[in-house]
């Protein structure tokens, strides 16, 4: 879901009777202000897929469906009201001590045994879906602003000069990329090989948030413009 607000507006002069009132219009007629706001459900994530080789045991793991692939399945008692440790939009977390989402909630599908003994298991098909509206990374807004005015110059106004500041990120909201959501069981490892989660910080693993070159590293910014029109 996603909603765009924008718009723009241009204080208009007063009644010009008199010298005060003259310049009294002068001063607040033309200053223009100006936003563009979107705000968006966050992106979605993939369900984590399953390496339990699967389409290797169906002959399909070349041409058209080479990487193919099915889903991890829910854990006995687990659903989508798992899938996460921290809510992404409390910013409650730290993402160099934190995991965001839970990795046990997750289970292997049967792997691929050996059809030829009996009782060995095959592999099995994953009845999830690959996406799930309610499993979603944090909404990340967008809120820009603009502020300035114009200066009508010549007969009739017919040229135009406007001072504008434009800001992006206006309120300087911070934003983590998505976190790893490939496989469950990957290991976790800090930025400090010998460091522990703590004092090196979390790099890999599921349910990881980058923080070094992620999204995040967009904070506000501000532009002055000057555009002139004839």
Request: hydrophobic fraction near 35%.
């Amino acid at each position: 879901m996603r909603l765009v607000i924008s718009g723009s507006y241009t204080t208009p002069g007063l009644h010009k009777d008199g010298m005060a009132m003259k310049a009294l219009s002068f001063a607040v007629k033309d200053w223009q202000i100006g936003a563009v706001l979107q705000y968006r459900s966050g992106s979605l994530i993939q369900v984590p897929s399953s390496n339990n080789q699967l389409f290797a045991q169906l002959n399909r793991g070349g041409g058209l469906f080479s990487g193919g692939a099915t889903y991890y399945n829910f854990l006995p008692g687990k659903g989508l009201d798992d899938v996460f440790l921290k809510d992404p939009n409390c910013h409650c977390f730290d993402p160099t001590k934190d995991f965001v989402l839970n990795r046990l909630a997750w289970d292997q599908p049967a792997a691929n045994g050996n059809p030829a003994i009996s009782g060995d298991p095959v592999a099995q098909f994953s009845p999830l879906a690959a996406y799930y509206d309610s499993y979603r990374w944090m909404r990340q807004p967008s809120e820009n602003f603009n502020f300035g005015r114009n200066f009508r110059i010549g007969t009739e106004g017919k040229m135009n000069l406007q001072i504008r500041a434009e800001f992006q990120n206006l309120f300087n909201r911070h934003f983590y990329s998505a976190p790893s959501s490939g496989n469950p069981i990957t290991t976790v490892t800090t930025n400090n090989p010998i460091g522990s989660a703590t004092t090196g910080g979390l790099s890999a693993g599921f349910g990881v948030v980058p923080y070094i070159n992620g999204i995040g590293s967009s904070p506000r910014t501000g532009l002055m413009v000057a555009r002139f029109t004839f």
